[in-house]
């Protein structure tokens, strides 16, 4: 499973979709792999408090700078420069437009995508007649870089929602269909055989087997989605929009705003950590859950 | 000493009392019969033409209804082959598996298998795996009551919601074992299923399985690699062997051996020493 997966899933993902190494002995509960040694760092708070020493450092040293005066004002404006920036947005209305906009482009293409992933990836990883019908197909679509449909979509759909919403949804689907296709195709046979051996088969062999063990996969892949999802937001919102955060960038950077284009900038970067944290604790439960 | 008509009743309260126990422990099995099992000039091979690798040739076995018959051989002489062959895992290349006198084609309801490994779905509870080996139609009252009392045979009742992650491989081992049971089957095909485990836990399963045996007596297809798990637990043993003719490759039975005296039997008993060491001999162990 690791080898063949493209894709960095995470360590819990990969624990679950992998063989799980269950050592038989009687001494007690099989041991779990990659559990981390009980200490200080694996307390939970301790591990926040450290996550926020480097940006707690990034911002000590962004303010140095406007003191010292390495890089200018207009290269790097200051930290209050950016808030001051984010209160003028606010205030005339401006800034929950772009990130609603900007949200709801991602959530929608987000959803088509993972919806069409799931649906070609079981297709695909369940019936060898589909694989070797589209396989072909859909590899050689995934290795068209994706701004390169960015014509095309124009094209077709001109310059409006729609356009945008397709290009995340291509972004979202290849990742959600490609860990789903291999989790399918790499469920332990060893338990397919067993549930096999007992009676089971068809509808029954997929729901009781073949599904709840690639849940923590699925999981996996709808996490690296999102994230492509935000990248290829901002792709086609640099391209064109009017409205949204990826606007806000190419528009301040016509307008020589660096304030605006750092607050769109840690804006993408919290709005993005913060819908993958809770896809990351779904994954968690899914984990927990399923295997 | 005792009188030849004190002994007599000694044997028959003793057995009613094990009929006894036996029936309390499987009220809902009883009816069951044990199946008798007959390998037909069975052959199996994987490939072909000048690729072609035959891993068992012509196995003619008959297996008595109720009987425990232990397959012993070296590695890769096709011993789980065999046993899939039965489950209908497998399908012969040429001959056939008969069932109570009907072929094995495709996976048979009267069979039920526990594996070298556990196999327990790690996302279900202990319950629900063994569950999944009740025979399909079975209703839900009758079958949670079913899964209860497999799970108290194997001394599982207190670990009945844990999940197989959460218990040692013994317990694991045993959860399989009880799912097998849980299909009421009529021929029990145990593929090295205490290979595994570490030798204290190997013993005390395999005095677990004589007493399910003796509650649930069908017939007990064991395939294993070791000799004293053999002697120990079989009415006959089968030895699986290649012939070092050249022209006829693959592993066929080259021995058939009936163990002497009543399970449990004494580990240290002469008589299974001297098995135990022609047995070694002909898998090829000298000197012990």
């Not at chain 2, 499987?26 to 199996?44: E, G, H, I």
């Not at chain 2, 279900?124 to 009252?141: C, D, K, W």
């Not at chain 2, 009880?178 to 570490?198: H, I, M, S, T």
Request: aromatic letters at 4%.
């Amino acid at each position: 499973m690791t080898q063949e997966n493209a894709y960095p899933v995470s360590k819990e993902g990969l624990a679950a979709n992998g063989h799980t190494l269950t050592t038989v002995d009687d001494d007690g509960p099989a041991t779990q792999p990659n559990e981390p040694a009980p200490g200080l760092l694996s307390r939970r708070p301790v591990r926040l408090l450290l996550g926020l020493v480097v940006p707690a450092l990034i911002l000590v040293l962004w303010q140095l700078n406007s003191v010292v005066g390495v890089f200018s004002a207009v290269q790097l404006p200051p930290p209050s420069a950016v808030g001051t920036a984010a209160v003028e947005l606010i205030e005339r209305g401006e800034l929950w437009i772009h990130i609603a906009i900007s949200t709801q482009r991602v959530l929608i293409g987000f959803a088509l995508g993972a919806t069409l992933g799931l649906a070609l990836g079981a297709l695909l990883g369940l019936s060898r007649l589909a694989d070797a019908l589209l396989s072909p197909t859909i590899g050689a679509l995934r290795a068209v870089p994706s701004l390169a449909w960015v014509p095309l979509l124009i094209l077709w759909m001109k310059i409006g929602e729609d356009s945008k919403v397709t290009l995340i949804l291509i972004g979202a689907f290849f990742p959600v269909f490609t860990t789903l296709f291999l989790a399918l195709r790499h469920v332990d046979r060893n338990l397919v055989e067993a549930a096999r051996a007992f009676g089971l088969k068809g509808i029954r062999l997929l729901t009781t087997v073949q599904l709840p063990a690639v849940v923590p996969a699925v999981f996996s892949g709808l996490r690296l989605a999102l994230a492509q999802a935000w990248l290829f937001l901002v792709a086609a919102e640099l391209i064109a929009s009017s409205l949204g955060l990826g606007f806000l960038l190419t528009d301040s950077t016509n307008n020589g705003r660096t304030d605006r284009i750092f607050l769109a900038i840690i804006l993408l970067a919290v709005i993005g950590k913060t819908t993958d944290a809770l896809l990351g604790i779904a994954e968690r439960w899914a984990v927990r859950r399923w295997t | 000493m005792l009188l030849p008509g004190a002994m007599e009743l000694y044997m028959s309260t003793v057995l009613s009392a094990q009929q006894q126990a036996a029936g309390k422990a499987q009220p809902t099995t009883a009816d069951k019969l044990a199946l008798p099992v007959t390998f037909s000039a069975l052959t199996r091979s994987f490939g072909s033409g000048t690729s072609e690798h035959v891993v068992l040739r012509d196995i003619n076995l008959e297996v008595r209804a109720g009987e425990v018959l232990a397959i012993v051989g070296a590695s890769g002489c096709g011993k789980s082959t065999l046993l899939r062959a039965a489950a209908g895992l497998d399908a012969p290349t040429t001959g056939a598996v008969l069932i109570d006198g009907t072929p094995v084609n495709g996976i048979d309801d009267r069979c039920a298998v526990a594996f070298q490994e556990p196999r327990l779905l790690p996302w279900l509870s202990l319950r629900a795996n063994v569950a999944i080996g009740l025979p399909r139609g079975t209703g839900a009252a009758a079958g949670k009551a079913k899964v209860t009392e497999l799970l108290g045979l194997v001394e599982l009742a207190d670990f009945a919601e844990h999940r197989p992650r959460e218990v040692s491989g013994g317990m694991a081992q045993r959860a399989s074992l009880a799912r097998a049971l849980a299909r009421n089957p009529g021929v029990l095909l145990l593929d090295e299923p205490f290979g595994a485990l570490d030798a204290l836990t190997r013993l005390k399963m395999q005095d677990l399985l004589l007493d399910i045996h003796r509650a649930q007596p069908t017939t007990v297809l064991l395939v294993t690699h070791d000799v004293d798990e053999a002697l120990q637990l079989a009415d006959r043993i089968i030895v699986l062997g290649k012939s070092t003719d050249p022209a006829r490759p693959g592993a066929s039975v080259t021995e058939v051996l009936t163990v002497p005296g009543r399970r449990p039997r004494d580990r240290n008993s002469a008589d299974l020493g001297r098995m135990r060491s022609s047995l070694l001999a002909t898998l090829g162990v000298k000197g012990h």
